[in-house]
């Protein structure tokens, strides 16, 4: 049996959920970054793709083994914070919320390109900026609402995505792959030249957008030591194969030609904007094939990339809280909205900035601003797991990365090293052909610093020091207990003591209740998040149900757990007590849940013991999954 704890966090996602989130946001990158990367690259679009794939590999298991040791939402700023100091954890991190604000921008922005297939207004200005427009401001109010992120959604997404592009890698290699044609178009150093070959290096990195969700997810993982590195090395077979597919199907269908002087493709022209739709107009398919093939990948395309803003926009707020916890940004970014408690604030304020980068229509300048941004956060990431393993050489490590050479009595991994040099080259190749960066993103850089700086100074803080918001430490854990347990589910303010009584009657005297306090947490929040008031009322209200079952003379254990999915939850603490019945008093359930709302719903439809659900006093008590006698 395993224990519980009075304050915990709920660790729920496995090896498929983890991937599903992850290839949902790297995987939706290739709608974009094909027409990107192709435009300067041209007849070395591929090989291009595999470099920066490589590079991709490399920061990859960077991060699932700095996410490993620290399972909890910043990425490169929390490896940064263990391994140097704030000033350097701020420095990443705030070159990461550029990431994020870019991946909000890039992917809003070709929703409305996709869904050009149905309404063609949409695929040029103003129609495309309006239609991103739209796309943020909807997906802003509805996360400060609460909208939340689907595991379920997010996994039947992934695979259908997936699924479709190796068919489009399949079709392609039947119908018009032509090796000879993929040589001939290359003429290095003319088409493309060594000029372009280099800031198409730099760009191509967009196309691993996402990477960053690893590391974030990684603080709800059931084991991350063995699921996140799973998840990774699943990731990235995925997107290395279709990205290495794809690219090479598209220079067949939409060749290299030479005209008027110049070197082109309409992979990088013409279908700039949806270059996926692009290849299956050229696929040779007749109609209504081709109709519905381009209906299908244009609703699959929109899809993804509105999830993918979605997903922007929750790692955006998480990387925030993470900030703001460490009091490297002030606690304006960690208010909670009064009603729906979800942090506004930074859901309106980085929306704000995605939208003002949207109303150019330029695409380059996202894709470039996005590659400065990630180089930095990735040479950070490398740099710090290198570091950390001299500085703290006997911290656990679930998962390390392979290729490790002794360097003054410490292994040190040449993934990171290789990594750290390539991300660093690449970021110098951005800073030096892009002026968009050396225009937006440095005064970016300069300007978020020097607030870090006045902020620690107005507060009284050393910036080099690490600093915490205080929380109400844990108690110790319950012993595990073996007698046959009822769990009571508990919700709002108020306890019912004749639903601990009742629950009681049902497993013996003998027996024990578990009262289960169940904290839900936004997913626009990291799990760690503050939520003090919240905190305080459960324990208020578990304290309640103890002095209630202690005069009823009823064996109790209490536990306030979080959660992105009470029913889940629920289930799984019922499993991990051995629970023999689970009794719902859905009097005191709060507003939705009084019969068989979604929480009720899910434990009925999984029951993992019996389960009793006793409605409102004006109806007989339901129960459900166990005998009528009972």
């Known amino acids: 049996m395993a224990r519980l704890t009075e304050h915990g966090l709920r660790r729920s996602v496995g090896v498929p959920g983890l991937f599903a989130t992850a290839y949902g946001n790297v995987g939706s990158s290739i709608y974009y970054a094909l027409g990107l990367v192709a435009f300067h690259a041209l007849g070395l679009t591929p090989l291009v793709f595999m470099f920066a794939g490589g590079l991709f590999v490399l920061t990859a298991k960077t991060y699932a ?114 090796p000879k044609l993929l040589v001939e178009q290359v003429h290095l150093g003319v088409a493309p030249t060594w000029t372009q070959l280099i800031f198409a290096l730099s760009v191509a990195m967009v196309a691993y957008t996402g990477i960053e969700t690893i590391s974030n997810m990684a603080e709800e993982a059931k084991d991350p030591g063995h699921d996140v590195p799973k998840a990774v090395n699943l990731v990235l077979l995925a997107v290395l194969g279709v990205y290495a597919g794809i690219s090479v199907v598209a220079l067949s269908a939409l060749p290299v030609v030479h005209h008027a002087g110049h070197y082109t493709t309409e992979l990088g022209t013409t279908y700039e904007n949806d270059p996926v739709l692009g290849i299956i107009s050229r696929l040779g398919l007749h109609e209504p094939v081709l109709a519905i093939a381009r209906d299908y990948v244009g609703v699959l395309a929109a899809t993804i990339l509105f999830i993918a803003t ?48 949207i109303i150019p229509g330029e695409t380059t300048l996202l894709g470039n601003l996005y590659s400065f941004g990630a180089m930095l956060s990735f040479t950070t990431a490398h740099v710090a797991v290198v570091a950390l393993r001299y500085k703290d050489p006997d911290r656990e490590r679930p998962y390390r990365m392979p290729w ?148 009823a003379g009823i064996e109790i254990h209490t536990s306030l757990i979080r959660t992105r999915n009470p029913g889940a939850a629920l289930v799984e603490e019922a ?56």
């Not at 304006?332 to 939208?355: D, E, K, N, Q």
């Not at 503050?530 to 905190?535: A, D, F, N, V």
């Open 310 to 357: 979605n997903a922007g926009l929750i790692g955006i707020s998480r990387l925030s809280w993470s900030l703001a916890e460490h009091r490297q940004l002030p606690s304006l970014f960690s208010r909670l909205h009064a009603s729906y408690r979800t942090p506004w604030f930074t859901i309106v304020f980085f929306s704000l900035l995605a939208g003002l980068l």
């Open 404 to 551: 490790n050479v002794r360097i003054r009595g410490r292994p040190i991994p040449l993934t990171a090293v290789l990594g750290g040099i390539g991300t660093f080259g690449a970021w110098c190749a951005v800073v030096a052909l892009h002026t968009d960066a050396r225009a937006i993103a440095i005064p970016w850089m300069i300007v978020g610093m020097a607030g870090y700086f006045l902020y620690r100074k107005s507060q009284g803080l050393d910036p080099r020091k690490h600093y915490r918001i205080a929380r109400p430490e844990r108690p110790p854990d319950f012993a595990e207990l073996d007698y046959r347990t009822a769990l009571v589910p508990i919700f709002g303010d108020d306890v019912s003591a004749t639903a601990l009584s009742s629950a009681a009657k049902l497993i013996g005297e003998d027996g024990v209740v578990y009262a289960i306090f169940v904290l839900p947490v936004p997913s626009q929040l990291s799990l760690e998040a503050g939520l003090e008031e919240e905190e305080a009322q459960g324990r208020s209200v578990l304290e309640s149900a103890r002095i209630q079952a202690r005069r």
């Open 65 to 178: 083994e700095g996410a490993s040791m620290f399972p909890e939402a910043g990425g490169s700023s929390s490896f940064a914070r263990h391994a140097f100091n704030d000033v350097i954890s701020f420095f990443a991190g705030w070159a990461l919320t550029l990431d994020y604000i870019i991946t909000i921008a890039i992917s809003a922005f070709f929703v409305p390109h996709y869904l050009g297939a149905f309404f063609p207004a949409l695929t040029h200005n103003p129609g495309d900026i309006i239609g991103g427009l739209i796309t943020i401001a909807l997906l802003a109010a509805l996360n400060i609402r609460g909208l939340g992120e689907s595991a379920k959604l997010n996994l039947f997404l992934a695979v259908a995505d997936l699924c479709t592009q190796v068919l489009l890698v399949g079709l392609g290699f039947v119908l018009v792959l032509d």
């Open 575 to 630: 499993e991990r007590v051995g629970a023999d019945v689970i009794y719902w008093s859905a009097i005191h359930a709060p507003a939705g849940e009084q019969r068989i709302g979604p929480t009720a719903a899910y434990l009925l439809s999984r029951r993992p013991c019996r389960v009793i659900i006793e409605t409102d006093n004006r109806q007989a008590p339901r129960r459900e999954g166990i005998p009528a006698a009972a």
